[in-house]
């Protein structure tokens, strides 16, 4: 199971990773030929909407993009946080996915009641995005575990596996997706963006843990359980 210290270092790592590339590619490069997620389509996953707290944020970084088409920021009704992604994309209603009572049954076992407390907030940067991201409680950490470690021993697991592939299973991040660039590298204006805000820290959010089927940016969403 992961540590906060662990998680730290791999939030500090990334981004500098990410600051080397930027220096080696100060254009944008390619335009991506197709979006990062299916538009439409819903994935089963889990956690909360978190908007209204990052407000703020969401409209310094619009403000920010200066209306540049290829950034997608996320929707003030639509930011969130993931506790646990179960699929991809892969559903147009929830009547298409089978075994569902077998999973709402297995995530009220974990996870019924359950509040995720994510502190330490601060941005990370991946090469065409940034990150909100920040450090679990330890009872998330513990809840998470178990809840992943059940469902990969069920029907279950190759949806997940397919959701991760080649990557850790659960994932070390625990953050939400501030906005995403539709080219291989961001924009001087956003790195600007960056740089200006990557020492400050945007305090901590605390969620209850949900399960739904929603598309990418968590504005259609229903809730499973």
Request: aromatic share 8%; proline share 6%; with cysteine.
């Amino acid at each position: 199971m992961h540590t906060g210290k662990m998680i730290h270092q791999a939030y500090e790592e990334t981004t500098r990773r990410t600051l080397g590339l930027w220096q080696a590619h100060p254009q944008t490069g390619e335009v991506r030929s197709a979006p990062f997620y299916h538009p439409t389509r819903l994935a089963i996953t889990s956690g909360n909407r978190a908007g209204a707290p990052m407000a703020g944020l969401l409209a310094r970084a619009e403000r920010a993009a200066q209306g540049e088409p290829l950034a997608d920021i996320a929707p003030p009704d639509g930011m969130h946080f993931t506790f646990f992604a179960i699929t991809q994309a892969l559903y147009d209603r929830p009547e298409e996915a089978e075994g569902l009572a077998e999973l709402t049954d297995i995530f009220r076992q974990h996870c019924a009641g359950h509040v995720m407390h994510i502190s330490d907030l601060r941005l990370v940067a991946l090469a065409d995005q940034l990150l909100l991201a920040g450090i679990p409680d330890e009872e998330s950490l513990r809840v998470r575990q178990s809840l992943v470690e059940h469902l990969l021993g069920t029907s279950w697991a190759g949806k997940i596996k397919d959701r991760y592939p080649g990557a850790a299973i659960p994932q070390i991040f625990w953050h939400s997706t501030l906005l995403r660039y539709s080219a291989q590298y961001l924009p001087s204006t956003l790195r600007d963006f960056f740089h200006e805000n990557q020492h400050q820290r945007f305090g901590e959010i605390s969620l209850p843990v949900k399960l739904v089927m929603t598309n990418y940016n968590w504005t259609d969403t229903v809730d499973l359980c």
